[in-house]
């Protein structure tokens, strides 16, 4: 069973490959998607970690950043078609960052609101 991990432990993570996310960290070291990169990271060999890290390839960090990463989207079909499948950017992704101090304070506004 793959182990779970909270979306913002896996933004913080993803951060120290540029990304915003597993996917994306799979698209710059060409894994075969968010489990290989949750396998490496939950695995206890260091010599994977490292070898994870030494695929980084640049040119797409440059596209992911930049949020003109190819990906795939699947469209609704034209009638009579099985299946379309259309190439599209990716949205960009601006990473965030907040200290634990501007997380109490949004949480209290949340909760006066």
Request: proline share 8%; charged share 25%.
């Amino acid at each position: 069973a793959m182990p779970v991990m909270l979306r913002k432990d896996e933004e913080e993570i993803s951060l120290a490959f540029g990304c915003a996310s597993f996917d994306e960290v799979a698209r710059v070291t060409g894994a075969e998607g968010r489990d290989e990169i949750l396998r490496v990271l939950s695995g206890s060999s260091p010599k994977a970690f490292q070898d994870l890290v030494q695929r980084m390839d640049f040119g797409r960090l440059e596209e992911v950043v930049r949020g003109t990463a190819p990906t795939l989207v699947a469209a609704a079909p034209p009638d009579g078609a099985e299946a379309v499948v259309v190439k599209q950017p990716a949205a960009p992704v601006v990473p965030t960052r907040t200290t634990p101090r501007e997380e109490q304070q949004e949480d209290q506004q949340l909760a006066g609101a």
